[in-house]
Nanobody, 130 residues
Framework: RVELAESGGGSVQAGGSLKLSCVAS????????WAWFRQAPGKLREGVAV???????SYSESVKGRFTISKDDAKRALYLQMDSLKPEDTGTYYC????????????????????????WGQGTQVTVSS
């Protein structure tokens, strides 16, 4: 079982930057898909960035060009660099993990679905003021 813990949230003004981190407990780290989700008040949780076990990345249209997902296998760490932040980026950010085999041969959109992931962090708050 993978346990995840996020850190790095905070409050910034629009146009600013934050970097989120997520550290994973012991498990075959390099056979997982990793993702960042966010949930704004009163809204559904949405996937914003995914990195697969080979390091390939993808992003939702709302963050593409502004956010960068990365990982450090040696540290069992996942990161989300968030630049040019907007007030609509405000929300609780969660890291998630799921064994890679779940996604093999499936529609790529599955990577952005909450139900596809069994392992979640506790969330970290990001607030962007205008």
């Amino acid at each position: 079982r993978v346990e995840l813990a996020e850190s790095g949230g905070g409050s910034v003004q629009a146009g600013g930057s934050l970097k989120l981190s997520c550290v994973a407990s012991d498990d075959p780290y390099n056979t997982y898909y990793w993702a960042w989700f966010r949930q704004a008040p009163g809204k559904l949780r949405e996937g914003v960035a995914v990195i697969d076990n080979n390091g390939a990345t993808s992003y939702s249209e709302s963050v593409k060009g502004r956010f960068t997902i990365s990982k450090d296998d040696a540290k069992r760490a996942l990161y989300l660099q968030m630049d040019s932040l907007k007030p609509e980026d405000t929300g609780t950010y969660y890291c998630a993990a799921e064994p890679s085999r779940r996604f093999f041969g499936k529609n790529p959109q599955l990577r952005y679905e909450v139900g596809a992931y069994n392992y979640w962090g506790q969330g970290t708050q990001v607030t962007v003021s205008s």
